[in-house]
């Protein structure tokens, strides 16, 4: 009889009450049901923002757009009404979720992200037990940008019980950025164990130093002294992270490890922490078979003898593999005003293009001819065609040719990452107010299709400096309908400038439907309440793909 009285006082209340609690127990076909009886009888914009829910949860959206449209011009409040539009978004983005198109079923989680809200905590937890494997990583990834204890626990959970590999590694890292502390000591398990790969140390051991806040020496002793390399390897990183002079004794040790990567991080810390025997670390390390302690070794020689440092580079920088010659580079640019004879001989004489970009960055940090290190690097962006891609490797900032073979599934291509390298090559022009800044991102939207995707959007895209952004701003206005809207894209997804709004929205008609995907992603990522009637139009689109787009940018304008 206790459990009869909601629904006999629901009886009695009316229409309102009993189509609440078909929504409250999830019987959504019983509330849409009730809500037209109700609404034929006696229409009420109550009872309309009822029956409203309950088709959008139901995911009848093309009911849901009939009655929209046959009724809104009567109840216009509902076009401002945030309740309202919010379970219409959210509604989408669940029918989205539930797609067999592995590609809706991404964006969908992408978009949950992004509205950065407890609903979108659900659809990522079901995310993490999707019954893909690339899927499952997208979850993983996208909820380590979030704290929320329930996606704690089911990471855990993935990475104790995930039979894909990959599945897995994304578990570690997630742990490190969400700060999961109960997770140390599977984490330490990890480097403890003889099958674990270098991916998984390497994940494990970041991890863990994002969680790691002091150690006291014998804790270090026992690292660096530990059978297990990842264990060796955490102990170096521990010292180098926490700044531990006190503890350089025992990192030395490690310079001669019979692992290379130990070998590397030992000199890294060593040099960085100015430990005192550096000098003849790093001069026994300078002839290493493995390429990357050698130039870590002539790096860290570098900070303390710049002439012999300087030389050891040599062989590096002529190095017969091009990714190797483009660390070398890198890591020559890393040493500061201690390489700047050897960076300015490079960038003027070497014949490798991005050998020559990688000093040119190292000399504009250091301010030193800088007028033809822009030169380089407006002249590289102009004419080299390879895909790159600017990452950091062994603690230095490298531009290289694109490792990435292929897709991985969450919208990152080569072109992509391509894409981003170039922009933060362009960022640097101009920073430096380089006359051939704004013609050298004339020239890159001309050549390239502008598009980075909402996951690509989530996991890459930092914000602009404001000078580039000014350069990209004045290209909005081309009277050239590409290089226009080019340049309302970027404006849009890298500096979330509400400049780009009109632009984006007057192309939208006449743009192809990848276009589409994209503007609608620029206009969620500027999130101005001024677009929530484009928006509305746009969740009425045939297509699953562009109304879950749609729904997500509502919900950033919503919540912006």
């Known amino acids: 009889m206790q459990t009869l009285l909601p629904f006999l006082l629901a009886a009695a209340l009316g229409a309102e009450a009993r189509i609440s609690n078909h929504l409250i127990v999830r019987d959504y076909p019983a509330a849409v ?98 019954p893909s494997a690339p899927i499952r990583k997208v979850a993983i990834k996208l909820s380590g940008g979030l704290r929320d204890a329930k996606l704690q626990d089911q990471i855990l959970i993935a990475l104790k019980t995930d039979k894909n590999y990959d599945v897995r590694v994304a578990a570690i890292e997630a742990i490190g950025e969400m700060h999961i502390h109960r997770a140390k000591p599977d984490l330490l398990q990890i480097l403890a164990q003889t099958g674990a790969t270098e991916e998984e140390t390497e994940a494990a051991v970041a991890s863990l130093i994002e969680m790691t806040d002091s150690a006291d020496r ?20 521990v010292v180098h992270a926490l700044e531990s002079k006190r503890d350089l ?41 493995n390429p990357n302690v050698a130039i870590t070794a002539a790096w860290a020689l570098t900070l303390v003898k710049p002439a012999e440092g300087q030389a050891a580079f040599e062989p590096w920088l002529n190095h017969e593999k091009p990714e190797t010659r483009h660390l070398a580079a890198a890591a020559l640019s890393g040493t500061g005003r201690y390489g700047l004879a050897a960076q300015k001989k490079g960038l003027r004489s070497h014949s490798d293009p991005l050998v020559r970009m990688n000093l040119a960055i190292g000399l504009i940090t250091q301010r030193e001819d800088v007028a033809l290190a822009c030169q380089e690097l407006a002249k590289g962006c102009r004419s080299s065609t390879e895909k790159w891609e600017l990452t950091e ?126 503007i609608l992603e620029g206009v969620g990522r500027v999130g101005n309440l001024a677009s929530v009637p484009f928006l509305i139009e746009r969740l009425q689109e045939p297509y699953l793909s562009l109304r879950i787009l749609a729904a997500a940018a509502l919900l950033e304008c919503l919540y912006h």
């Open 393 to 518: 490797e062994a603690s230095f900032k490298i531009l290289r040719v694109s490792r990435l073979i292929q897709d991985d599934g969450m919208g990152t291509s080569r072109e992509g990452e391509n894409q981003m390298a170039r922009l933060q090559v362009l960022n640097i022009l101009a920073i430096m107010h380089d006359p051939g800044a704004l013609e050298a991102v004339r020239a890159f939207l001309k050549q390239r299709e502008w598009g980075i995707s909402g996951m690509a959007a989530a996991l890459l895209l930092t914000e602009g400096d404001e000078s580039s952004l000014d350069l990209i701003e004045a290209l909005v206005q081309e009277k050239e309908p590409k290089l226009s809207i080019q340049a309302a894209l970027i404006l849009a997804l890298w500096g979330k400038s509400e400049k780009a709004i009109q632009t984006l929205q007057n192309s939208y008609a006449s743009a192809d439907r990848e276009l589409k995907e994209r």
């Open 249 to 289: 004794d025992l990192v030395e040790q490690l310079v001669n490890d019979p692992q290379p990567s130990v070998r590397a991080a030992a000199l890294r810390t060593l040099g960085l922490l100015r430990g005192a025997n550096l000098e003849n670390a790093a001069q026994a390390r300078l002839r290493d078979q």
């Open 218 to 237: 014998p804790e270090v002793e026992k690292l660096v002294n530990s059978p297990r390399y990842g264990m060796r390897l955490l102990g170096c990183s």
């Open 33 to 130: 049901a009730e809500a037209q009886q109700a609404f034929a009888r006696k229409p009420s914009q109550d009872i309309l923002e009822l029956y409203i829910e309950a088709l959008a949860k139901e995911g009848d959206e093309e009911e849901l757009w009939k009655i929209w449209n046959q009724n809104s011009a009567q109840y216009p409040e509902l076009k401002q009404k945030r309740e309202v539009l919010e379970k219409i978004a959210w509604g989408v983005l669940n029918k989205g979720y539930k797609s067999a198109s592995p590609l809706i079923r991404v964006q969908a989680l992408v978009a949950a992200y992004f509205a950065q809200d407890s609903k979108g905590v659900e659809l990522l937890l079901r995310g993490l037990h999707d």
